[in-house]
Each structure stands twice: as C-alpha cells, then as structure tokens.
C-alpha cells in the first residue's frame, strides 16, 4: 500500500512545514531529477507516480514511471544499472524530487549506454554537440 503523504497546504506550510505533500500534476506525475551523489553529476530525469514515489521512499532503491510504456520501473531490473537512494529531496513547493543515488552496476544511467542521459550540449546555432567529458 502507497504511503500516505501529507495533504497540500497552505503555501507557508508547504515552503516551511514537516510534511511531505508531493503535487502530482494532471496525469498524476511529479518530475525527478536524479543526480550520483558524490560527484553531483546529473544523470537523468524522470517521472514518479505515488506507487513509484512510495516505493522509492519504502524501498531505498529508485523507482519511476516509464511515460511511454506506461508502467512501474525499478531501475536496474533489466540493464543492472541500479540506483541505491543516498538521500531524497522536494523543492520548495513541493512539485519536483531530487533523488541523489549510488549507481550499481557500471554507473551508467542512460538507456544509450552513456552515465548521463545529459551527452549533449546545445549550440548557439541549435546545433548539438557531443560532450565527452562525461566522466
């Protein structure tokens, strides 16, 4: 059963207040930023969903909600690219988690292949190019 989170407030008590009161937007999602947490390099965005979210928080291993697919995802189970939860955050109101992970396997956390899903920078001409320093 989905942990019971705290219900939406007032904008003081969500900014101040102890309770944890994720805002799902209209398809029930809230946006994740997942970042390896002792280089604080970003890794990937994703969306959880309150089973996913919850898991997350019962389980300490990071869960999402593939949008595509439409369906629950514990990252690691088919690519063994798992994120084990160091520490989890909201922002100030609340509608976006940031998830700072130990990444298993050989810390890759993009589907391409790559450690970051985040190999490309944008141009000034709108043009990409690959960053190689990925690390």
């Not at 019962?58 to 690519?79: C, F, I, M, N, P």
Request: glycine share 12%; net charge negative.
């Amino acid at each position: 059963m989905p942990i019971a989170f705290a219900p939406r407030g007032a904008k003081h008590e969500l900014e101040e207040g102890a309770g944890f009161a994720p805002k799902f937007d209209a398809d029930g999602l809230i946006v994740c930023i997942t970042t390896e947490a002792v280089s604080g390099d970003i890794l990937m965005v994703a969306y959880m969903n309150r089973e996913s979210l919850s898991l997350t928080i019962e389980t300490g291993v990071a869960h999402y909600w593939s949008r595509s697919r439409q369906a629950l995802w514990r990252k690691g189970d088919t690519s063994g690219q798992t994120q084990t939860v160091v520490e989890m955050r909201t922002d100030c109101d609340q509608d976006a988690i940031l998830l700072k992970v130990a990444a298993g396997g050989d810390g890759k956390a993009c589907h391409t292949g790559r450690r970051s899903c985040f190999y490309r920078r944008v141009e000034s001409d709108g043009g990409l190019h690959l960053v190689t320093d990925e690390g």
